[in-house]
């Protein structure tokens, strides 16, 4: 994910440069998704790579998804994402309409542009069920309200969405993609679809919306500000003894 995309030909210097850059040296890494990339792509040693998931202020984030809002459906599936190629919001479209659920879709794209994803909708039959969110300074009610997220991604590092989402009672169908939602999602393995079992996933998002209460987690304890503290602080201990 580091090494650039639109560049093809500039990747084996990439490659060598940041291979330069972390060889040798205490890196964190904020998934055991992107550690292992780090390993496979760069030759790095896992000894040296720690993975720390970044801190959620749980207690606040639930305060803050009971705030009123009045801009969507009463009832809809959400995904939040800039509509960049990785977030597959083609596929979002297609196991959506697949599930056949009555309910709408909305999605959030923060400063992303609209026109992508309303010629998506368009292209589906979908234009008048996909509600498009730009920014909103607080998510947390779009995400608390929803009956299910959807994460259709092709990849990911940490996708926070997916932790808000379950922290704000929202229960979340995603794709077992690299890397993240597999670590989230560990206590509720059918919440997650290989990539490209559409088929799969359309039904899944059927089971959880008849009924989304079998689908939520409820301990996020690895995602305190308290416990991924002293993670970062025995990482440092660590590293300053072998120094």
Same mark, same amino acid.
């Given at each position: 994910m580091l090494l650039s995309k639109r560049m093809p030909l500039f990747r084996p210097f990439q490659r060598i440069y940041l291979k330069k850059i972390y060889q040798n040296r205490p890196v964190i890494s904020v998934s055991k998704g992107v550690r292992d990339d780090l390993v496979k792509a760069f030759s790095l040693s896992p000894e040296m790579i720690g993975a720390i998931y970044n801190p959620f202020d749980v207690e606040d984030i639930k305060r803050l998804s009971s705030e009123p809002i009045c801009d969507v459906p009463e009832e809809y599936v959400l995904a939040v994402g800039r509509p960049v190629k990785a977030k597959r919001f083609d596929r979002l479209m297609r196991v959506f309409k697949e599930s056949g659920v009555s309910c709408d879709l909305v999605v959030m794209i923060g400063h992303g542009k609209k026109k992508k994803v309303l010629d998506l909708a368009k292209k589906y039959g979908l234009e008048d069920r996909v509600h498009i969110c730009g920014y909103r300074e607080n998510p947390y009610p779009y995400m608390a309200q929803a009956k299910a997220l959807a994460l259709t991604s092709d990849y990911e590092g940490l996708p926070t969405v997916v932790i808000e989402s379950l922290i704000c009672g929202t229960p979340v169908v995603a794709t @077992? %993609?690299?890397? $993240?939602?597999? /670590?989230? *999602?560990? @206590?509720?393995? =059918? %919440? *997650?679809?290989? +990539?490209? @079992? /559409?088929? $799969?996933?359309? =039904? #899944? *998002?059927? =089971? +959880? *919306?008849?009924?989304? #209460?079998k689908f939520l987690i409820e301990e996020f304890s690895q995602f305190s500000s308290e416990v991924v503290s002293e993670r970062y602080v025995r990482f440092i201990q660590k590293h300053i003894k072998e120094q």
């Open positions: @077992d %993609c690299s890397s $993240g939602p597999s /670590e989230i *999602l560990r @206590d509720m393995p =059918t %919440c *997650l679809i290989p +990539v490209r @079992d /559409e088929k $799969g996933f359309s =039904t #899944q *998002l059927r =089971t +959880v *919306l008849r009924s989304p #209460q």
